[in-house]
């Protein structure tokens, strides 16, 4: 495989994070950059970009043959990552004219495969020690009805289409309060899919949209104030600043509208909770 055909391999991987929405250089969060776990050298170039598009917990990875030095195995399952290898190798010089028999070391680019940490069994999450149990009751306390929460190292999210949360690491937070107020926040949209409260199937436009981030703000403001936690997160995109803005200027009862569908979003979410307190 030349030179060009890995750099494309990769460019294509890269190109199609973009076309989803995810910018790989631009993160929020303290998960750190990709780094060799041997080495604990960043990623350069090219492999730098690579690896910094994948959803993990942790920056680091290693080849197959590192894992094993280390005693790890790989998940079953996991799908290797392609990066450029530089190899050195030793070429004769091939002219006639120099008698030199000098030998040329010349870099020749090859295609390796690395794993995340997450992806082997030497991976250890710390993040227990972490949990606010006030936190977590509300969670648990949905019982069978609680949402599919996954972790990655990027950004907070609720996926409609595939209905789950995605938010990164309790300890890729500043501190926990940070990660449940983030957390609560993805909790109120994941209410509004069409299976339950029905509020994202009918936003269309801006003004509807931020519309739903203010009212995902002051519900996720009410559960921290419920489990006793400091709400000190905002989402402070310039977008959603202007759009509650404008909304609340030129609606008044926006911010009316926005505090009963996030009352409606807390009462979906405490309904199993309530019973499960009132029992216990």
């Not at 890995?6 to 989803?20: G, P, Q």
């Not at 794993?115 to 149990?133: E, R, V």
């Not at 979003?265 to 499960?276: C, E, F, G, N, V």
Request: glycine share 4%; with cysteine; net charge neutral.
């Amino acid at each position: 495989m030349n030179r060009q055909t890995i750099y494309s391999r990769i460019t294509d991987t890269i190109l199609s994070k973009l076309k989803e929405g995810t910018i790989p250089w631009k993160r929020s969060w303290k998960i750190g950059l990709p780094a060799n776990y041997i080495s604990k050298r960043i990623y350069s170039g090219i492999n730098f970009l690579s690896l910094l598009v994948n959803d993990f917990a942790s920056p680091y990875y290693l080849t197959y043959l590192q894992c094993s030095k280390k005693q790890g195995k790989i998940l079953k399952g996991a799908k290797g990552i392609p990066i450029i290898f530089w190899k050195i190798t030793d070429i004769a010089n091939k002219d006639i004219d120099d008698m030199s028999n000098e030998v040329k070391q010349v870099p020749i680019a090859r295609l390796s495969y690395v794993f995340n940490l997450t992806q082997t069994d030497l991976y250890k999450d710390n993040a227990d020690q972490l949990k606010i149990y006030s936190c977590e009751s509300i969670i648990e306390g949905m019982g069978d009805n609680r949402p599919v929460i996954k972790h990655n190292p990027v950004r907070s999210y609720y996926s409609s289409k595939k209905d789950y949360i995605s938010i990164p690491q309790i300890d890729d937070f500043d501190n926990p309060d940070e990660y449940y107020s983030t957390l609560f926040h993805e909790l109120i949209h994941w209410t509004g899919n069409i299976n339950r409260l029905n509020r994202l199937s009918i936003i269309s436009d801006v003004d509807k949209y931020s519309l739903e981030e203010l009212t995902a703000e002051i519900g996720s403001a009410y559960l921290c104030g419920l489990t006793g936690i400091e709400s000190n997160v905002i989402d402070n995109q310039s977008s959603y600043i202007e759009g509650w803005y404008r909304n609340l200027q030129s609606n008044r009862d926006a911010l009316i509208k926005a505090s009963l569908q996030a009352q409606k979003a807390i009462d979906y979410i405490l309904r199993d909770y309530s019973q499960l307190s009132a029992s216990s």
